[in-house]
């Protein structure tokens, strides 16, 4: 049996019936494929535990593979060989015994308050074309740093998820296929209720919260993309939609929100992955200095 043809009837069962986000999908096609392509195997039957690890070895040594894609490219053919030996294809998983490199433990980057607040101005003070695009974008960029949404998240918003009158913005579906509400500050709300304003001034009847200035369609991943190049550009700080999550994270936690809130808002699955922004903001770390008994 071809691999392909396998990697794509796994896809189908993984969205159809796992239930697994488009994301997760393309992610796990992508890495089947490369496989297939850098080890020069086409068929299930030509699969062995040494032609595996020596796709690992090659892609560590060869094409400088971090441990974060390493990870990768092990977690997606670890599930999609198990799916194999269920179907028949395979009688023993060839990446079950390849060992894991040490994972980096880095810091999130993040940006200080200061330059949070320089994006925020920029985004509505930017010169731009239209008021439309001065209330939708300084709304986005609002969203991320006052309630730290993934970017698909965002993306994902309906109109009804956001309710500007009880503060409190509906999260559908997020990583892990997990509802959660995030409460809403006051200034996140004037910034969405102004792009509410606006949006019905237009006459946008598009379902999604946020929408393009041409036409009644949702706003794009490629959209939001170009979005946040332009202001890198003008602000002459490097950032991404995720670099503002981490912002939120951090932010938070200086201003004395306790770790367990925190996890339930960022809709993390397990709390250990919230501990990593302790660590990441030393004015938490100062101020939890000064109880020390002795000072």
């Known amino acids: 049996m071809y691999i392909d043809i396998l990697s794509r ?17 393309r992610r796990y096609r992508t890495c089947v494929a490369f496989f297939s392509k850098a080890s020069g195997i086409a068929k299930m039957e030509d699969i062995t ?22 990870a990768i490219y092990h977690k997606s053919l670890l599930v999609f060989f198990r799916w194999c030996i269920k179907q028949g294809h395979l009688e023993r998983n060839p990446v079950a015994d390849i060992e894991m490199p040490k994972k980096e433990k880095k810091l999130p980057r993040k940006l200080t308050k200061q330059d949070a607040l320089r994006l925020l101005e920029l985004a509505y003070n ?12 300084h709304a986005i ?16 918003l309906k109109l009804t998820d956001v309710d500007t009158d009880n503060l409190t913005i509906f999260v559908r579906q ?4 997990k509802d ?36 009644n369609e949702p706003f794009t991943v490629n959209g939001l993309k170009k979005l946040i190049e332009q202001l890198r550009i003008s602000l002459r700080l490097h950032f ?48 939890q200095m000064t109880k020390h008994p002795l000072n």
């Open 9 to 25: 009837q796994f896809c189908e069962y993984s969205l159809s019936i796992r239930g697994y986000s488009p994301y997760t999908i």
């Open 49 to 70: 535990e040494e032609g595996v690890r020596a796709f690992f070895y090659s892609g560590r040594l060869d094409r400088n593979w971090s441990p974060n894609t390493f």
């Open 126 to 137: 930017y010169p731009y074309e239209y008021p439309f695009l001065r209330y939708r974008n």
């Open 141 to 156: 960029f609002s969203t991320f740093v006052y309630a730290g949404l993934r970017k698909q998240e965002l993306l994902n």
């Open 174 to 177: 997020g990583k892990g296929n």
């Open 180 to 215: 959660r509400i995030v409460p809403m500050s006051t200034a996140l709300a004037q910034a969405l209720k102004r792009y509410k304003d606006e949006r019905k001034r237009l006459h946008k009847t598009c379902p999604e919260f946020f929408c393009s200035l041409r036409g």
């Open 240 to 287: 991404s939609a995720h670099t503002l999550r981490h912002t939120f994270a951090t932010l938070m936690l200086e201003g004395g929100c306790d770790i367990f809130s925190l996890s339930k808002m960022m809709g993390h699955s397990d709390i250990k992955t919230t501990t990593i922004y302790l660590a990441a903001t030393a004015d938490h770390l100062r101020l």
